[in-house]
């Protein structure tokens, strides 16, 4: 029996998909929100260290499973990677995505963050281009996400934070031991420290508790619901309009376009793995950049041969995600205290402005290192085996702090997704195909941020310290900061979307995820991609209102 038809089908419960289902229903329209993975919480895998989404050594318990391989470019060969391996480029599976597991850093890109071309010029090899809306445009935006979501922070101490109506909802986290140590030592420099704002309740907030300080947070369900992500806000929300149904273990294989170029709906895989056809005024992706990238290219038509929106053979191009560069250091006493989130303390002297560069990046300390983490992030020269090791996991594991950057990458043309042609899913859906490599600028931007990562570390009186900067055979896969398959742009020949999201050439598919990104900025992309979901959807409610897409 055919399904009712709605007024739209949203692809993903994520970070983007959850506040655009929010925007929508809200505003009346009819909204089924499909989403390949299920609801999860904390009971359900507590603070299991070998499968929560920093080490996934046992499997990934925010998802996907098994039965999602992709192939990835390894060493000029294809090989078929499973979820688990880092070559994979995963994001969580489940109602909320990422913003269940994140470390739930909120962070505003910065004015220049958005006119990287204009500021620096595009170094040969790299696509780098301005984003066709300002951090003007999109500034009311984070405002709604801060407040409707909730962020706290304080931005007072920080003279590079760009400008701002209103302040954060909640006030800072105190600094942990690490932190005051880190803080006193930045200032010493002449740097400028600030606590990282987070997407969690520094105190009650939206109805629920505030943070308990769990150390075990990164990768992890929060056990007191303090972490904000759409699964816990803008989601239930959405469901209470009455106007939105949320569709779970359900995976999506095609987004059908007619022959007049307009998307008629979805077809997918129900909980049963039984075949269905939604149909829907309208459909929005936010699957991630890699898995929207790759449902645009599986929804092949007469209209385009190559895919949903791929008439000019941008769709998957320039993925991206972050060239982590820090350092860490060793100190002769504790430094530990066991006082979570754990990341507490960031700078942002080193964003932009650093000669011969372009751009940089925020730098952090990091969250905590579990035990089975941390034995593998051993100084260079320590053992990795039998008592020494041991010995050394007893005396450094309080005693050791890493500090690091997000620095962002030059997107590259040839760093794409793409299908595999042979290599299919449970369902039988071609797979996401990743290949490419790093631009060379992201080694120059990563060996500088390490260091000063080093040197700050040095200044707080770390008396080992050792480097950590991207390798540049190594392609980039996003992970959880993927971002820049279908980017916005105002030239249908260079971009996926105009600035609104609207897919280029078919007028009722959008777009509301960090595939948008034309660059993915030198921080956390989360808070943008949920700005960018109430930017995306308060267009669709205008033109819907205006008596568009019927």
């Given amino acids: 029996m055919a399904l009712t038809h709605v007024n739209a089908v949203v692809v993903g419960a994520g970070a983007g998909g959850g506040v655009v289902a929010k925007e929508l229903s809200e505003a009346g329209l009819s909204v089924v929100v499909i989403e390949r993975g299920g609801w999860v919480s904390f009971e359900t895998y507590g603070q299991d260290e070998l499968i929560n989404q920093r080490t996934t050594a046992l499997g990934n318990a925010y998802g996907p499973d098994e039965r999602n391989p992709r192939v990835a470019e390894d060493g000029g060969r294809w090989i078929t990677v499973s979820p688990n391996d880092y070559r994979y480029g995963n994001n969580a599976a489940c109602v909320g995505s990422g913003t269940v597991s994140y ?48 962020v706290s922070g304080d931005m007072s101490t920080n003279p590079f934070t760009p400008p701002r109506r209103r302040p954060y909802p909640m006030p800072p986290f105190p600094l942990n031991r690490e932190g005051l140590i880190l ?31 769990n150390r075990n947070c990164i990768g992890y369900a929060c056990p007191n619901n303090a972490k904000n992500g759409t699964q816990n806000t803008v989601i239930p929300k959405a469901l209470a309009t009455g106007n939105c149904e949320l569709r779970t273990h359900s995976i999506v294989s095609e987004v059908v376009v007619d022959d007049r170029g307009l998307a008629r709906g979805v077809r997918y895989f129900d909980a049963s793995d039984r075949a269905q056809y939604q149909t829907a005024d309208l459909v929005v992706l936010s699957g ?22 791929n008439t000019h053979d941008w769709v ?39 000669a011969g560069l372009r751009g940089g990046s925020v730098i952090c300390n990091q969250f905590f290192h579990p035990p089975y983490a941390f034995s593998g992030e051993h100084a ?20 050791t702090v890493a500090v690091h950057g997000s620095v962002q990458e030059m997107p590259v043309f040839d760093l794409r997704v793409q299908v595999d042609p042979r290599v299919r899913d449970y369902w039988g859906i071609p ?14 931007v990563g060996r500088f941020i390490a260091g000063k990562a080093d040197q700050w570390l040095k200044e707080a009186g770390a008396v080992r310290t050792w480097t950590s900067i991207p390798e540049m055979v190594s392609a980039s896969r996003g992970g959880q900061h993927q971002a820049g398959t279908c980017r916005m742009g105002a030239d249908p020949r260079t971009s996926v979307t105009n600035r609104s999201g609207q897919v280029h050439d078919i007028d009722n598919l959008f777009i509301a995820d960090g595939s948008l990104h034309v660059n993915n900025g030198g921080f956390n992309p989360a808070l943008t991609i949920m700005a960018l979901g109430f930017w995306v959807g308060s267009g669709i409610v205008e033109g819907w209102k205006a008596g568009k897409f019927r």
């Fill in 316 to 354: 998957g191009r320039n993925l991206q995600g972050h060239a982590y560069s820090g350092a860490t250091g060793q100190f002769d006493e504790e430094v530990y205290d066991d006082v979570g989130p754990g990341a507490s303390v960031a700078i942002c002297d080193f964003s932009h402005g650093n």
């Fill in 380 to 399: 260079p020269g320590e053992p990795r085996w039998g008592k020494a090791h041991k010995d050394y996991q007893r005396r450094y594991f309080k005693r």
């Fill in 288 to 309: 991630g950049a890699i898995e929207t990238a790759r449902l645009l290219l599986n929804s092949k038509s007469r209209l385009f041969p190559s895919g949903a929106g």
């Fill in 103 to 150: 470390g739930a850093l909120a962070w505003r890109y910065m004015e220049r963050d958005f006119r990287m071309r204009t500021t620096y010029g595009a170094p040969e090899g790299s696509t780098l281009e301005d984003w066709p809306i300002s951090y003007g445009d999109l500034e009311p935006y984070y405002e709604k996400a801060e407040w409707e979501i909730g």
């Fill in 183 to 213: 803080d006193a030592a930045a200032n010493r420099l002449g740097f400028h420290p600030f606590p990282i704002p987070m997407l969690r309740n520094s105190v009650p907030y939206g109805g629920r508790g505030a943070c308990i300080h």
């Fill in 431 to 444: 797979v996401a195909r990743l290949s490419g490599h790093r631009h060379p600028h992201d080694v120059e």
